[in-house]
């Protein structure tokens, strides 16, 4: 589950499930600890057993967990659940073989709902940080605001005494945290003054340099080969990341960090690992720059997928990100080189409200959601077609959650322009969405404080515009509000098929979503079929993947 090495390299921790022993068939996987000194193992910890009185399962999931060695191994810090005490109901029989030293047991509280921290993080309530003492076996929970979750904390360096930790107000309520981007590796720094990272610069993905004396970051591969970079790790003055584009799948490449303020050139990277697949030969990728007059927003970029080599014009896919407050930028997907593979364009578009534009291109979407954005996508589609780069009669729709609602919307006010779509977890009504989300203020005004030690950082994301306040209920108008912005008031101008993936276990577009556009679909005698999988809000799974796929594919080439 989670590994850590200390410093000097000798010593390693590892995270592990399973159970005790063959017998326990119907027995909950237990939880260890092991700690080896090079390749001998040294000490293995049975968490429930050993540690069960202090706190709850360890937290292995990218958001919160922590699981550091200190520099000199002696120690092991990590984030657990805070240890609920046990509960017994009202009614109980007594059989008279209750352990006299058992702790003490909360009457009644079995059934209390506590709130957790949203999609897929539905077992994360309370994490609280605790460290290990290896030697003396001791496990000790840290001090820290009780209104606070605590997580990915980490070791001072070279101490064993002193950590730095992000904490997450509870209050006023936990709102969910998944996909919210950090581009920040474990290990960042290049010295003691220069961090490293990766971030959207419009239509790429660029690795940027963040001066702590100076106050200023610069893109240190504004003069390699345009992409998508990240960065994996930064140690001992070398940077392990990698690059790609839509027709090069995934190097890894190591490289020196820059001297000074220079930045990279493509003979700086030294590739360690590459992929290749046999259809990049045929893709061929640009990104376009748009402007459209008198729209209230500002100028936007796509990027435009094709096949390099056709015997007639493509069909064309527009593809609208998630979010909506993410981009597209230019890097290699599976998807998308399987779409060029079959035949088809794709387009996508960073409409206005995306990141990597500036604050106020972001900010611009507020309060304009299924107007400005969905007629960003469609004149960048339409751009396509007067240029005749696609062809007309074969134009599809495709996205995810916000992404999904967009498509939806294109399909049912551009009824005559599409042909079908394919969409995932979209969102469908947002009145009736209010509270069946993890992200309350996804379409509200909200300023939830996060605070990483003494850094107070405020964020706000808004679609509707409007104020948001939780102990307050929204009024009819505001409602009137929710709804004429949502793509299901469009519905019924819908002519084209629609296929719908819903995840079951989604707590950030709840399936109920797509389930109100089926019923309305199906009773009006739509071309409309929905797929339900066991999985989450990305569909991400190896199985759910593929099978949405497939479903896509057959669906636009049915049409095509």
Not at 56 to 77: R, Y
Not at 101 to 129: A, C
Request: negative net charge; charged residues 20%; aromatic residues 10%.
């Amino acid at each position: 589950l989670l590994e850590s090495y200390s410093t000097c390299g000798k010593f390693r921790a590892v995270l592990m499930k399973g159970k005790l022993s063959k017998m326990e068939s119907g027995a909950e996987p237990q939880q260890f600890i092991e700690i080896w000194d090079s390749n001998s193992l040294i000490k293995c910890f049975i968490v429930k057993e050993q540690f069960g009185k202090k706190h709850g399962k360890i937290n292995d999931n990218d958001q919160f967990s922590s699981f550091q060695l200190s520099s000199d191994g002696s120690k092991l810090l990590y984030v657990a659940e805070k240890k609920v005490p046990d509960s017994i109901p009202y009614f109980k029989k007594n059989n008279g073989d209750e352990d006299k030293g058992s702790e003490p047991k909360e009457m009644g509280t079995e059934y209390v709902y506590r709130q957790s921290w949203g999609e897929q993080l539905t077992t994360v309530i309370n994490p609280i940080i605790v460290v290990l003492d290896i030697k003396t076996e001791e496990c000790t929970v840290i001090d820290s605001p009780s209104n606070y979750s605590c997580g990915r904390a980490r070791w001072v360096p070279d101490s064993t005494k002193e950590l730095v930790y992000v904490g997450y107000n509870n209050e006023p309520l936990k709102l969910g945290l998944l996909y919210c981007n950090r581009n920040l590796p474990d290990r960042c720094w290049g010295d003691n003054d220069k961090m490293y990272f990766h971030d959207c610069q419009k239509s790429y993905r660029e690795i940027m340099c963040l001066n702590v004396n100076t106050k200023s970051i610069s893109c240190i591969t504004s003069d390699t080969e345009k992409g998508a970079y990240a960065v994996f790790d930064v140690f001992d003055g070398l940077l392990l990341g990698r690059y790609a584009n839509p027709a090069q799948p995934m190097k890894i490449f190591i490289a020196e960090l820059p001297s000074s303020n220079d930045g990279f050139k493509d003979t700086d990277f030294c590739e360690i690992a590459t992929t290749t697949v046999s259809i990049s030969d045929n893709i061929k990728w640009e990104v376009l720059s748009l402007t459209r007059e008198d729209s209230g927003g500002y100028p936007y970029e796509a990027l435009f997928v094709s096949p390099r080599v056709v015997e007639s014009l493509p069909p064309l896919i527009v593809s609208s990100h998630g979010g909506p407050h993410m981009s597209s930028v230019a890097d290699f997907t599976v998807w998308t080189a399987c779409f060029i593979g079959l035949g088809y364009s794709v387009v996508f578009v960073n409409y206005n409200g995306s990141t990597g534009y500036g604050q106020d291109f972001m900010k611009s979407l507020l309060g304009n959601v299924g107007t400005l954005d969905v007629n960003d996508v469609q004149f960048a589609a339409e751009s396509l077609v007067k240029r005749g780069s696609v062809d007309a009669s074969r134009v599809f729709a495709h996205g995810g959650s916000h992404g999904g609602s967009l498509s939806v919307h294109l399909v049912s006010q551009f009824p005559d322009f599409y042909k079908a779509t394919f969409v995932r977890n979209p969102v469908i009504n947002i009145a009736s969405m209010r509270n069946e989300t993890d992200i309350i203020n996804w379409y509200n005004l909200i300023s939830p404080l996060i605070f990483i030690i003494l850094i107070s950082i405020f964020r706000t994301h808004s679609v509707t515009g409007l104020s948001y306040d939780p102990k307050v209920t929204p009024t009819p108008d505001q409602y009137s509000k929710m709804l004429e912005i949502s793509p299901i008031v469009h519905a019924h101008k819908i002519k084209g098929a629609v296929t719908l993936a819903v995840g079951a276990e989604d707590h950030r577009c709840h399936p109920s979503q797509a389930r109100e556009l089926y019923t309305l679909l199906h009773a009006q005698g739509k071309d409309v079929n929905m797929f339900l999988y066991p999985d989450y809000h990305p569909l991400m799974s190896v199985d759910t993947d593929a099978d949405c796929f497939m479903h896509c594919v057959l669906l636009f080439n049915k049409y095509s």
